[in-house]
C-alpha cells in the first residue's frame, strides 16, 4: 500500500489530467493517389494476367474495408452475457454490444477493416480516438458464424482493448504506417494505404519500373537468403524473434536481407513448448526433400505467388510440382492408382493457430501422422537461430532479449538463462535501452529495487517511451513514497496507452489516497473508455464515491 501523504507531496495533486483527448475523426477510405508506392493498380497495365489472377489470391484479399465482404449477424455470448450484433447502416459497419439487467452494458463501434481472406476467417478491426484495436468477436468462416475472438471464448468480461499489432498489420496490409512513438497501436491517419499484400510486397517499392525499365525485385533472380526471406518475413515466427537495435521489421524491403532486422530463433528438444504457429517454413526445413535440395528447393518450388491453383487442378498441380524433382518413372511404380501425392504425404493437420480449421503439413513425411506436431530438430543447444546459416550473427543481446521473452511465457529454466545473457550484454552494449530495462525488470524481481532504479533510470534516459520501463519504476518509487516521480511516470505512459487498464488503475488509486477523489474518478473512467467492462475499474469507481472513499477496486 501507498503511504500517507504529506502536505508538500500534495503539492503536485494540482496538476489535472489534460482534458478529455479531442477524439479523432475514424478516416475514410479515400482513392489512392497516383504516386503510391504501394498500388498493385500501377503494374496492371503492362502485366494484366497477372494482376487479374493474383487479385484473386487469398494473399490479395488479406484484408481490407470492413464493408468488404461483409457477413452481418448475431452472437450470444453464454459467459459475458453479452449479446453482440453486427450489421451495416448508410454504409458503413457497425458492431454493437449489450448486456441487460444489472452489471448492464451497451454500446457500438464502427469496424473499419477486416484482417483474414475470410478462407478461415475474419478478424474486424475498429479505431479509438485514433488508437488501433481488434474487435472481441470474430467471423469463422467454415463454421459460418460470428464468435469470441480465440484466447476470450470463455471470458467473462468484454475484451474491447485489444489492440492491432503492428505485427498483424505488417503481414496482412500493404503501405503500413508505422504507429505514434510509444503508443501500441495509435495511427495519425490511416494505418496503411492498402488492403491486402500488393505486388510491391514481394517486388520492391523503392523503384520506379513503371516505364517498364527502372528496377525492380524478382525474387527468383535474388541469392537464396534474400529470396527466401520475402516468404519469410510473414510465413515464419519462429520460436521468438528479437528486432535488430533501431530496427523493425516493418522496414524490410524485398532484396533485403531479414537479418539486418530480426533475428530468429527455434526451441529444440523441447516439445512443450512447441511453437505457437505451424509455420510453413519452418516445417518444410525439416522435410528431406528440402534439407537434400538445399537451396534449389524453395516455396517458389510449389507455389505460384500470383495463382492458386483451382480445386479441379489441385492435385495434378503438386503432383506436377513433385514430379519436377521425383520424376514421372517414380511416380509410375508408386501408388500409381492414387494421383494425390500431398494426401499422403502433406495432409492437413488440425490447426495450432486458427480454431476448427486446418494447416498443411510441410514436413513431407514418408510416414504421414507419424510424429507428434510439431516435431523440432534436436541440435543439442535449446535455442538455436534460424535458419542454421545465421548463427554466427546471433549476438548476447539476442540470446538476453529472447531467454527473457521466454521467461515471460513461463518456461522453466529461461529466467537464469536470461540474467545470464543480460548481464554479459549489458556490458557489451552499456546504452542499450531495451537491455537495461530488461535488466531492470530482472534486479526488480529480486526485489533489489535500488539496482532496478538504476537500470530504469538510465533506459528512460535513452528512450522516454519505454512504457513498461516507466510503469515498473513508477512501482518502485510509489512504494518509497515518491509519489510525484511516479505519478509522472505512469501518466506519461497511460497518455500512450491507455489500452492498458492497470496504469490507470494505479493512478486512480494513488489519488484517491492523496484525497484528489475528481482525479482519481477522470483516470478510471478513461480506463472505462477503453475497457468499458472492466470488473476492478467499475468497483472502484463505486468505491471512490462512497464517504469516505475507499481506494481499492
Ligand atoms: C509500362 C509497363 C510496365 C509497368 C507499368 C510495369 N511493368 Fe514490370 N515489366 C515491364 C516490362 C516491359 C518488363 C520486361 C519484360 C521482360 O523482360 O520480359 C517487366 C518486367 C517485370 C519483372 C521481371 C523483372 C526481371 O528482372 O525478371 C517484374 C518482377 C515486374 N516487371 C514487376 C512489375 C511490378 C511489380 C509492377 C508494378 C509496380 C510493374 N512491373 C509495372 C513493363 C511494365
Ligand atoms: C507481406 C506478407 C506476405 C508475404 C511477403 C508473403 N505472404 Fe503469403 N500470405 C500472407 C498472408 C497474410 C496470407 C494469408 C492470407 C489470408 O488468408 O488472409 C498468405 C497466404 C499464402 C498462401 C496460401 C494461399 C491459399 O491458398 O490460402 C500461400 C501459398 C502463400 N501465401 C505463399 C507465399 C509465397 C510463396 C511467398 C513468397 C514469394 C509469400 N507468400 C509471401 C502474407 C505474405
Ligand atoms: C508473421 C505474419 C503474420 C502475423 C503476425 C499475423 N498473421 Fe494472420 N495469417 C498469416 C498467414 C501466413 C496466414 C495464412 C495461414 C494459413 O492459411 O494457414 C494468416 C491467416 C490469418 C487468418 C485466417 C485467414 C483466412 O481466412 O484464411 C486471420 C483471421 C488472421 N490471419 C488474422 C490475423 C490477426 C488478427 C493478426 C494479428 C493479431 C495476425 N493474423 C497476425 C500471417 C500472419
Ligand atoms: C507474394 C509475393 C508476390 C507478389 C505479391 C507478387 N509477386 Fe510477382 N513474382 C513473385 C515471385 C516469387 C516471382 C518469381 C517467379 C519465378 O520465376 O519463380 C515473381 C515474378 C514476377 C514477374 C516476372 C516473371 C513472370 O512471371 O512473368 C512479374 C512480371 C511479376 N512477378 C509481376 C507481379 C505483379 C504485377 C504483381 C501484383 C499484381 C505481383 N507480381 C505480385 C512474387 C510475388
Ligand atoms: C526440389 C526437389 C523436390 C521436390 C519439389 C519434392 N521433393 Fe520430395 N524429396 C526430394 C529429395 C532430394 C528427397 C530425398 C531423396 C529421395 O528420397 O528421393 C526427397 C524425399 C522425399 C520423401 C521421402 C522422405 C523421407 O523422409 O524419407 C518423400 C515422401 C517425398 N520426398 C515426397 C515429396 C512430395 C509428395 C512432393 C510434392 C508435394 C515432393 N516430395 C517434392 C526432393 C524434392
Ligand atoms: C513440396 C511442395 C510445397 C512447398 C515447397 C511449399 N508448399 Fe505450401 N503448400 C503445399 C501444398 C500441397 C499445400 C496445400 C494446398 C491445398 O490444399 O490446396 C500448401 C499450402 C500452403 C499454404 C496454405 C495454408 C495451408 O496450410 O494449407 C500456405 C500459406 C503455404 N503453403 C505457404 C508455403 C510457404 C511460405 C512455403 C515456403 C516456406 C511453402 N508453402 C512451400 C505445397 C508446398
Ligand atoms: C496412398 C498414399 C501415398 C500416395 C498417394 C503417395 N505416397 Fe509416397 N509413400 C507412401 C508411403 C506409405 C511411403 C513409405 C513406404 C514406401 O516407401 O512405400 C511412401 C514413400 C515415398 C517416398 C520415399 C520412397 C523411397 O523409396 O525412399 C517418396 C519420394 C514418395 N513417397 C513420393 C511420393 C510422390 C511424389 C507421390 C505422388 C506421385 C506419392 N509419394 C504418393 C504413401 C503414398
Same mark, same amino acid.
Given at each position: 500500500?501507498?503511504?500517507?501523504?504529506?502536505?508538500?507531496?500534495?503539492?503536485?495533486?494540482?496538476?489535472?489530467?489534460?482534458?478529455?483527448?479531442?477524439?479523432?475523426?475514424?478516416?475514410?477510405?479515400?482513392?489512392?493517389?497516383?504516386?503510391?508506392?504501394?498500388?498493385?493498380?500501377?503494374?496492371?497495365?503492362?502485366?494484366?494476367?497477372?494482376?487479374?489472377?493474383?487479385?484473386?489470391?487469398?494473399?490479395?484479399?488479406?484484408?481490407?474495408?470492413?464493408?468488404?465482404?461483409?457477413?452481418?449477424?448475431?452472437?450470444?455470448?453464454?459467459?459475458?452475457?453479452?449479446?453482440?450484433?453486427?450489421?451495416?447502416?448508410?454504409?458503413?459497419?457497425?458492431?454493437?454490444?449489450?448486456?441487460?439487467?444489472?452489471?448492464?452494458?451497451?454500446?457500438?463501434?464502427?469496424?473499419?477493416?477486416?484482417?483474414?481472406?475470410?478462407?478461415?476467417?475474419?478478424?474486424?478491426?475498429?479505431?479509438?480516438?485514433?488508437?488501433?484495436?481488434?474487435?472481441?468477436?470474430?467471423?469463422?468462416?467454415?463454421?459460418?458464424?460470428?464468435?469470441?475472438?480465440?484466447?476470450?471464448?470463455?471470458?467473462?468480461?468484454?475484451?474491447?482493448?485489444?489492440?492491432?499489432?503492428?505485427?498483424?498489420?505488417?503481414?496482412?496490409?500493404?503501405?503500413?504506417?508505422?504507429?505514434?512513438?510509444?503508443?501500441?497501436?495509435?495511427?495519425?491517419?490511416?494505418?496503411?494505404?492498402?488492403?491486402?499484400?500488393?505486388?510491391? %510486397?514481394?517486388?520492391?517499392?523503392?523503384?520506379? /519500373?513503371?516505364? $517498364?525499365?527502372? !528496377? @525492380?525485385?524478382? +525474387? &527468383? #533472380?535474388?541469392?537464396?537468403?534474400? %529470396?527466401?526471406?520475402?516468404?519469410?518475413?510473414? /510465413?515464419?515466427? $519462429?520460436?521468438? !524473434? @528479437?528486432?535488430? +537495435? &533501431? #530496427?523493425?521489421?516493418?522496414?524490410?524491403?524485398?532484396?533485403?536481407?531479414?537479418?539486418?532486422?530480426?533475428?530468429?530463433?527455434?526451441?529444440?528438444?523441447?516439445?512443450?513448448?512447441?511453437?505457437?504457429?505451424?509455420?510453413?517454413?519452418?516445417?518444410?526445413?525439416?522435410?528431406?526433400?528440402?534439407?537434400?535440395?538445399?537451396?534449389?528447393?524453395?516455396?517458389?518450388?510449389?507455389?505460384?505467388?500470383?495463382?492458386?491453383?483451382?480445386?479441379?487442378?489441385?492435385?495434378?498441380?503438386?503432383?506436377?510440382?513433385?514430379?519436377?524433382?521425383?520424376?514421372?518413372?517414380?511416380?509410375?511404380?508408386?501408388?500409381?492408382?492414387?494421383?494425390?501425392?500431398?494426401?499422403?504425404?502433406?495432409?492437413?493437420?488440425?490447426?495450432?493457430?486458427?480454431?476448427?480449421?486446418?494447416?498443411?503439413?510441410?514436413?513431407?513425411?514418408?510416414?504421414?501422422?507419424?510424429?507428434?506436431?510439431?516435431?523440432?530438430?534436436?541440435?543439442?543447444?535449446?535455442?538455436?537461430?534460424?535458419?542454421?546459416?545465421?548463427?554466427?550473427?546471433?549476438?548476447?543481446?539476442?540470446?538476453?532479449?529472447?531467454?527473457?521473452?521466454?521467461?515471460?511465457?513461463?518456461?522453466?529454466?529461461?529466467?537464469?538463462?536470461?540474467?545470464?545473457?543480460?548481464?554479459?550484454?549489458?556490458?557489451?552494449?552499456?546504452?542499450?535501452?531495451?537491455?537495461?530495462?530488461?535488466?531492470?525488470?530482472?534486479?526488480?524481481?529480486?526485489?533489489?529495487?535500488?539496482?532496478?532504479?538504476?537500470?530504469?533510470?538510465?533506459?528512460?534516459?535513452?528512450?522516454?517511451?519505454?512504457?513498461?520501463?516507466?510503469?515498473?519504476?513508477?512501482?518502485?518509487?510509489?512504494?518509497?513514497?515518491?509519489?510525484?516521480?511516479?505519478?509522472?511516470?505512469?501518466?506519461?505512459?497511460?497518455?500512450?496507452?491507455?489500452?492498458?487498464?492497470?496504469?490507470?488503475?494505479?493512478?486512480?488509486?494513488?489519488?484517491?489516497?492523496?484525497?484528489?477523489?475528481?482525479?482519481?474518478?477522470?483516470?478510471?473512467?478513461?480506463?472505462?473508455?477503453?475497457?468499458?467492462?472492466?470488473?476492478?475499474?467499475?468497483?472502484?469507481?463505486?468505491?471512490?464515491?462512497?464517504?469516505?472513499?475507499?481506494?481499492?477496486?
Amino acid at each position: 500500500m501507498f503511504p500517507q501523504l504529506s502536505a508538500a507531496a500534495l503539492l503536485f495533486l494540482v496538476a489535472l489530467l489534460a482534458p478529455a483527448i479531442a477524439s479523432q475523426r475514424t478516416v475514410s477510405p479515400s482513392h489512392p493517389p497516383s504516386n503510391d508506392p504501394f498500388d498493385s493498380q500501377a503494374c496492371a497495365s503492362c502485366h494484366a494476367d497477372i494482376y487479374k489472377s493474383y487479385t484473386t489470391t487469398a494473399m490479395a484479399t488479406a484484408s481490407g474495408p470492413a464493408t468488404d465482404g461483409l457477413t452481418t449477424g448475431e452472437l450470444d455470448h453464454k459467459d459475458s452475457k453479452i449479446h453482440y450484433r453486427v450489421y451495416e447502416q448508410d454504409g458503413k459497419v457497425w458492431m454493437s454490444y449489450e448486456r441487460p439487467g444489472k452489471d448492464g452494458l451497451h454500446g457500438q463501434r464502427e469496424l473499419l477493416y477486416f484482417i483474414g481472406s475470410g478462407k478461415k476467417g475474419r478478424t474486424y478491426l475498429f479505431s479509438d480516438q485514433g488508437f488501433l484495436f481488434e474487435a472481441p468477436i470474430n467471423w469463422y468462416s467454415q463454421e459460418k458464424r460470428w464468435n469470441m475472438t480465440p484466447a476470450y471464448t470463455e471470458a467473462s468480461e468484454m475484451p474491447l482493448n485489444l489492440p492491432a499489432y503492428v505485427d498483424c498489420l505488417n503481414c496482412h496490409t500493404s503501405g503500413m504506417r508505422p504507429p505514434v512513438p510509444g503508443t501500441d497501436s495509435k495511427f495519425s491517419g490511416k494505418p496503411f494505404s492498402h488492403g491486402g499484400i500488393t505486388c510491391q %510486397r514481394c517486388h520492391g517499392s523503392d523503384t520506379n /519500373h513503371a516505364d $517498364g525499365k527502372g !528496377a @525492380v525485385v524478382n +525474387p &527468383a #533472380k535474388l541469392s537464396p537468403d534474400r %529470396r527466401d526471406a520475402i516468404c519469410m518475413e510473414c /510465413h515464419f515466427e $519462429g520460436t521468438v !524473434a @528479437v528486432e535488430q +537495435p &533501431a #530496427k523493425h521489421l516493418y522496414q524490410f524491403q524485398p532484396g533485403d536481407r531479414l537479418s539486418d532486422y530480426i533475428h530468429y530463433f527455434v526451441l529444440n528438444g523441447n516439445r512443450e513448448q512447441a511453437p505457437r504457429a505451424i509455420s510453413q517454413y519452418e516445417a518444410l526445413s525439416q522435410s528431406t526433400c528440402k534439407r537434400q535440395s538445399g537451396d534449389k528447393m524453395w516455396c517458389g518450388s510449389c507455389h505460384d505467388a500470383h495463382r492458386e491453383p483451382a480445386p479441379e487442378e489441385r492435385v495434378a498441380y503438386y503432383r506436377a510440382k513433385c514430379l519436377a524433382c521425383h520424376g514421372e518413372a517414380f511416380a509410375a511404380k508408386h501408388h500409381a492408382d492414387k494421383p494425390d501425392c500431398t494426401h499422403c504425404h502433406m495432409p492437413a493437420l488440425p490447426s495450432k493457430d486458427v480454431a476448427h480449421t486446418q494447416t498443411t503439413d510441410h514436413r513431407i513425411q514418408r510416414y504421414p501422422n507419424d510424429a507428434p506436431l510439431p516435431q523440432l530438430q534436436l541440435r543439442g543447444k535449446p535455442l538455436t537461430s534460424f535458419p542454421a546459416v545465421d548463427e554466427s550473427l546471433a549476438t548476447t543481446r539476442d540470446f538476453a532479449l529472447a531467454w527473457e521473452t521466454l521467461a515471460q511465457r513461463g518456461l522453466e529454466g529461461a529466467p537464469q538463462a536470461a540474467e545470464d545473457y543480460l548481464s554479459k550484454a549489458v556490458k557489451e552494449r552499456p546504452d542499450d535501452a531495451v537491455l537495461l530495462a530488461a535488466e531492470g525488470f530482472v534486479e526488480q524481481a529480486h526485489k533489489r529495487d535500488n539496482d532496478a532504479r538504476d537500470f530504469y533510470e538510465h533506459a528512460l534516459k535513452i528512450d522516454p517511451l519505454l512504457n513498461d520501463a516507466a510503469t515498473d519504476l513508477g512501482i518502485i518509487e510509489a512504494r518509497s513514497g515518491n509519489l510525484q516521480r511516479a505519478v509522472d511516470l505512469w501518466r506519461g505512459a497511460f497518455q500512450r496507452v491507455p489500452n492498458r487498464s492497470a496504469v490507470g488503475m494505479d493512478l486512480a488509486i494513488i489519488f484517491c489516497i492523496a484525497g484528489k477523489k475528481d482525479v482519481a474518478q477522470q483516470f478510471v473512467n478513461r480506463v472505462l473508455e477503453f475497457n468499458p467492462d472492466y470488473g476492478k475499474a467499475k468497483s472502484l469507481l463505486e468505491h471512490i464515491a462512497q464517504d469516505p472513499p475507499q481506494c481499492k477496486p
